[in-house]
């Protein structure tokens, strides 16, 4: 299994400029989480989803938007790229159920906004 | 959601216990006491997660207060690999949400 893979690994944009960020899990999880970390800080919650077709809001949700289409992946979009927005982010699953909420991390999208 | 106080900063020697301390005294009684970790910006990873009882596992002690207003993550022998940033969270299955705080930069020195 792959566990969470993340596409791109790295891009820079301009002000502006509008990109769509992929995660992907092979675990069939039901949840599944987009994150930011700046320099320094903990990872903060941008939205969420709880099962195909389903989104919520985290704690900084402000020019993000997301789609969970199909069961798998999970999509963060910006629309208008800007400077704050500078940061890596990282996806993250786990499935449903009782038990340990663990949750599975993928490597990181590194991304500038020039 | 509960909030943690960890140190910001702890170093190691190689071999030796690691003890990382977390305060969380807000804590609600059905809320866990989760600990991850972060080695060299890659993506957090799952250490350890208890409620009221002493956990163990092939990673990791995770040692919690009678009163759990605190806990103690205990790393028994250290090695250079374990350095890292370690994260205690309080967590709530009813918002099903990770809430990072800054972490404990942990250096473990040969």
């Known amino acids: 299994n792959a566990g969470v893979t993340q596409t791109p690994k790295f891009r820079v944009l301009k002000t502006g400029q509008s990109m769509t960020l992929l995660c992907a899990q092979d675990?069939?999880?039901?949840?599944m989480y987009w994150y930011r970390q700046d320099p320094g800080m903990g990872l903060r919650l941008i939205h969420y989803?709880?099962?195909?077709?389903?989104?919520a809001k985290g704690e900084v949700p402000d020019g993000y938007n997301v789609s969970r289409l199909k069961k798998q992946n999970f999509l963060l979009g910006l629309e208008s790229a800007a400077p704050s927005q500078t940061s890596v982010y990282f996806c993250?699953?786990?499935?449903?159920?009782?038990?340990?909420?663990?949750?599975?991390f993928g490597p990181g999208t590194r991304l500038t906004v020039l | 959601d509960a909030k943690t106080t960890q140190p910001t900063s702890m170093d190691c020697a190689e071999g030796r216990a690691a003890n990382l301390p977390c305060n969380h005294s807000?804590?609600?009684?059905?809320?866990?006491v989760y600990w991850y970790r972060q080695i060299h910006s890659q993506g957090p990873q799952y250490i350890i997660h208890?409620?009221?009882n002493n956990e163990t596992n092939e990673m990791a002690s995770l040692i919690i207060t009678e009163d759990r207003k605190s806990s103690t993550l205990i790393l028994p022998h250290a090695t250079l690999r374990d350095t890292a940033v370690y994260y205690c969270i309080v967590y709530s299955s009813n918002t099903g949400k990770l809430i990072f705080g800054q972490g404990t930069t942990l250096q473990v020195k040969p």
């Open positions: 993250a699953s786990r499935p449903q159920g009782a038990g340990s909420h663990e949750q599975f």
């Open positions: 989803s709880v099962g195909e077709g389903t989104t």
């Open positions: 675990m069939n999880h039901e949840y």
């Open positions: 208890g409620l009221k």
């Open positions: 807000t804590i609600s009684g059905n809320e866990y």
